[in-house]
């Protein structure tokens, strides 16, 4: 593997982890502040779907 392709599979993982994270985490103080259960599986999805269109902007489209 390339130092190229190992640079991009580490762009890839890092994006789809901060979405998970950064989304996630706004889901849960959503959760703690509202006293709800749903807003934490919204974030993630949320989180997901939208570094998986990241990943398709910079990587997908060639």
Known sequence: ?????E???WSIFGYLLSGLIFWGGIGWALDRWLG???FLLG????????????????????
Not at 46 to 52: D, E, L, S, T, Y
């Open 36 to 38: 709800t259960g749903f």
């Open 7 to 9: 640079n991009a599979l």
């Open 1 to 5: 593997m390339s130092n190229r392709e």
């Open 43 to 62: 974030g993630l999805l949320v989180g997901m779907a939208g570094a998986i269109y990241l990943v398709w902007l910079r990587f997908g489209r060639d």
